[in-house]
């Protein structure tokens, strides 16, 4: 079974500080992303790395930037956390597949309160 | 640009009866789609995508390209297929855009 294990449930921080998600899959996928989850807007893909100290913007990058320094582990930082950011925090993981898109497996989620 | 379009937020029905979700594509290469759920204190997983052609949990979706929609259907509802509904859409660069989701709550 593919564990894609995101640290923090939980967190509440104030506005400005630095918030650091933390996310860890144990299949060797290749491929990690970070989406968002709002109510009505649906998951919005924030940054998302094909391999290790590889990095593309999603969609939605403004206010983010991602860290991924081995290949089980993808952090994702809000430098300084603004209330706009409150939202649910999903991580997936999802092997390389050459014919078609491979099925993406998510974390529990992680949800960020900024007061 | 890609986008995915699901235009119910809520779908409610009876136990028993037919359920269609809507989704609607706009994509100019070749779409690869897919629905993905949330069920209740669950992570979000995949249901099924329209290259398998399968149905699962008696749920099947049919890419239609000339309407350009992949809706999610079964004949009959049960209570426990209440959940968030995702469709997706595999774009450039395998990257997937998901649609709003649409909520389904089955009464009993």
């Known amino acids: 079974d593919v564990k894609v294990t995101q640290s923090s449930r939980y967190l509440v921080k104030r506005t400005g500080e630095k918030v650091f998600l933390e996310c860890v899959q144990d299949?060797?996928?290749?491929?990690m992303f970070w989406y968002r989850q709002d109510p009505g807007l649906g998951l919005r893909l924030i940054y998302f790395?094909?391999?290790?100290?590889?990095?593309e913007k999603g969609d939605i990058p403004e206010g983010y930037s991602v860290s991924r320094e081995k290949k089980e582990r993808f952090s994702l930082i809000l430098e300084s956390a603004s209330t706009n950011q409150t939202s649910m925090y999903l991580c997936?993981?999802?092997?390389?597949?050459?014919?078609?898109?491979?099925?993406?497996?998510f974390g529990e989620g992680s949800r960020l309160t900024v007061l | 640009a890609q986008r995915v379009t699901q235009p119910e937020k809520l779908l409610s029905v009876f136990k028993g009866a037919p359920v269609e979700l809507k989704c609607n594509y706009s994509?100019?290469?070749?779409?690869?789609l897919f629905w993905y759920v949330q069920y209740s204190r669950q992570r979000l997983q995949l249901l099924l995508r329209?290259?398998s052609r399968e149905s699962i949990k008696g749920f099947t979706a049919d890419l239609n390209k000339g309407e350009t929609s992949f809706h999610l259907k079964k004949p009959f509802a049960q209570e426990e297929d209440s959940a968030m509904y995702y469709c997706?859409?595999?774009?450039?660069?395998?990257?997937?855009?998901f649609g709003a989701g649409t909520i389904l709550r089955v009464k009993s």
């Open positions: 299949m060797d996928h290749e491929n």
């Open positions: 997706a859409l595999s774009a450039y660069g395998n990257k997937l855009v």
């Open positions: 790395s094909y391999d290790v100290k590889m990095k």
């Open positions: 994509y100019s290469g070749s779409p690869e």
């Open positions: 329209h290259i």
């Open positions: 997936a993981s999802r092997q390389t597949v050459v014919l078609n898109t491979g099925e993406l497996f």
